[in-house]
């Protein structure tokens, strides 16, 4: 499809699992960036990837969570050993050339029991 | 990347015009003014961005001070659909994509249009 595709849609794993949710940007997007969103809360950033750049990982919450993106295609997200605090919607965007905004997923949405 | 400040929540009645502010007023030269907004469960969806002159398209228009220091996003006709939460952001444009700011959401602004 033409937009950002975020899977799975929906994860509900036990604490202390860990847990991968990936994202597949818009073709030839550069840059592509992580959110968590806790219930009736905003969008909290965790992580920006631009390009070849050294990505911007200053909103990682805890060394619990890490992300990769392998040039400029496919992102995942991984968090270790799953807390219950963790659960959120995780929501992945992209965007291409400056004049051009985010294009957002629908989201994962991550319950920890 | 400055901060903006919005009000928490209003109001707006169903045909209305609904004007929404944000100030932004540590914003640098280099910064644009993004609108987004959020509908339930739903991922956010772009509306509007600029610099500093108007800016209209088919679903907003954007105004922003000569200072540049606010803005308010103006949806012409509210409709039930618009029921969202909106959120204003400035992010920093540099020459190379490196120098690019990240979009930083605050709390936006709860917008509930009424019949």
């Known amino acids: 499809g033409a937009g950002v595709s975020q899977s799975p849609s929906n994860k509900v794993t036990e604490k202390g699992k860990d847990v991968e949710l990936r994202c597949d940007p818009i073709s030839g997007h550069t840059a592509l960036y992580w959110y968590r969103q806790r219930l009736g809360q905003g969008l909290e950033f965790l992580i920006y990837f631009q390009g070849n750049s050294a990505p911007d990982k200053s909103g990682l919450p805890s060394d619990r969570f890490s992300a990769e993106r392998t040039g400029e295609s496919v992102s995942t997200l991984t968090i270790q050993r799953t807390q219950q605090e963790d659960s959120a919607v995780y929501l992945c965007?992209?965007?291409?050339?400056?004049?051009?905004?985010?294009?957002f997923g629908d989201g994962t949405r991550l319950s920890i029991l | 990347d400055a901060k903006t400040t919005q009000p928490p929540s209003m109001d707006c009645a169903e045909g209305r015009a609904a004007n929404l502010p944000c100030n932004h007023s540590t914003i640098s030269g280099n910064e644009y003014v993004y609108w987004y907004r959020q509908i339930h469960s739903q991922g956010p969806q772009y509306i509007i961005h600029g610099l500093k002159n108007n800016e209209t398209n088919e679903m907003a228009s954007l105004i922003i001070t000569e200072d540049r220091k606010s803005s308010t996003l103006i949806l012409p006709h509210a409709t039930l659909r618009d029921t969202a939460v909106y959120y204003c952001i400035v992010r920093f444009w540099g020459m190379t994509t490196d120098s690019w700011g990240k979009f930083q959401f605050g709390a936006g602004t709860q917008v509930v249009v009424t019949p």
């Open positions: 965007a992209s965007s291409g050339q400056p004049n051009q905004p985010q294009h």
